[in-house]
Structures are given as structure tokens and as C-alpha cells.
């Protein structure tokens, strides 16, 4: 069976992190071999250590250049590791996408996303919550941007993200109840089902 990637989109605040790391756990437990991403990059450093410059630093067309060159070397590294591993991404070349078509970037400097030469992931699942429930969430968290503790809308950073990422037609998780395992459930249900029809 061909190794497959894996990728949670969302914005602050909706648990991707915790459900990429149970299903890491969940997936190693049925016998796959699973690698995040995200260790292999703190590890290797990537384009990590720029981002903080980048994101304060630079105008949002030179941003625009900078991320799509951070999601090429990203898919790259995902490749080498899909010879031997599933891999679970949090965040991919969507975000890039959706952040700087609110930030006005002239996303006619770049191609469609669909011509970029990039492993596209073989699951998208968009996380959702609450709004109430993510700001309780950002509370607790020491890593908020300016935006985290604020209400989503239609109009603000956060609302304007969660639409744009929608327009990728991710696979939508709600991941608002009490119980993280419920959405964990659905995302492993929904794997396991694509993997049977595709036997």
C-alpha cells in the first residue's frame, strides 16, 4: 500500500495539534509507520528560523514568495519521507494560500495552486470549533498572535481564514465537544473507509 500524507488545516485554536499527535499514536497502534512533520522540521531547522523575520519584517508579496519556497522544500522533504513512513502535517501549502489572499498579496505572481509542483496530501481535514470554545482554548495557550483572542467574524483575520481554507474542499471536522476522541474517531473512520474502498 502507497504511503499517504496526511494534513490538518485550521486556524488557532481548534486542536490540530492534539489530534495530529492521537492520531500519530492511534495509526502507530493499527501498524503503520507514522512520522509528523513538524519533529522532522525543529529538528532540521528548515525555514523555521527566518518565519519570525518574515512575518514581521518583509512587505506581503515578499512573504508570498518566502512561504510558497518554504512549501516546495516541505513537500520535498515529505516525499523522501513517504518512501518509508505515512506522514502527518500540521498545516500545508493551503494556509499559504488563504493567508495571503486576506493579507492582499497579488496572488497573480503565483501560479494556481493546483500548477504548483507540490505532493498534494491524500487527506485534508479542516478542524473547526466553536468560536466560544477557541477562545476559552487561546486563554490557556502562551503562543497567541494578536488575533487568537479574538472573536471570529466574517470580516476579521481568523473568520476570513477558516473561508478561505474552505474553498480547498478539505474533509470539515467538528472538534467542539468535551471529548477530543469523538473527532479523533471521525478522522480515523474516515481513513480507514478510504483505504477499504480502494483495495
Not at 500524507?5 to 486556524?11: A, N, S
Request: hydrophobic content about 40%; glycine content about 4%; proline content about 4%.
Amino acid at each position: 500500500m502507497k504511503n499517504k500524507l496526511i494534513v490538518f488545516e485550521g486556524i488557532d485554536g481548534v486542536g490540530k495539534t492534539t489530534l495530529s499527535k492521537l492520531l500519530q499514536k492511534k495509526l502507530v497502534k493499527a501498524g503503520y509507520n507514522i512520522v509528523r512533520y513538524e519533529n522532522i522540521e525543529d529538528k532540521n531547522g528548515g525555514f523555521n528560523k527566518i518565519k519570525p523575520f518574515i512575518k514581521t519584517k518583509v512587505p506581503i508579496n515578499s512573504s508570498l514568495f518566502f512561504y510558497i519556497a518554504s512549501a516546495l522544500y516541505k513537500s520535498q522533504q515529505i516525499e523522501k519521507l513517504l518512501k518509508h513512513n505515512w506522514v502527518i502535517c500540521d498545516r500545508y501549502i493551503y494556509s499559504t494560500y488563504a493567508y495571503h489572499t486576506i493579507r492582499n498579496a497579488n496572488m497573480s505572481l503565483i501560479p494556481d495552486i493546483k500548477k504548483i509542483p507540490i505532493r498534494l496530501p491524500d487527506f485534508v481535514f479542516l478542524i473547526k470549533v466553536d468560536d466560544d470554545i477557541r477562545l476559552q482554548r487561546a486563554k490557556t495557550r502562551s503562543d497567541n498572535n494578536i488575533h487568537d483572542g479574538k472573536a471570529k467574524t466574517k470580516n476579521n483575520i481568523v473568520g476570513r481564514m477558516e473561508k478561505e481554507l474552505e474553498l480547498f474542499k478539505p474533509i470539515i471536522i467538528d472538534n467542539s465537544g468535551p471529548n477530543v476522541f469523538n473527532a479523533l474517531k471521525k478522522i480515523y473512520t474516515v481513513i480507514k473507509i478510504n483505504l477499504k474502498t480502494k483495495k
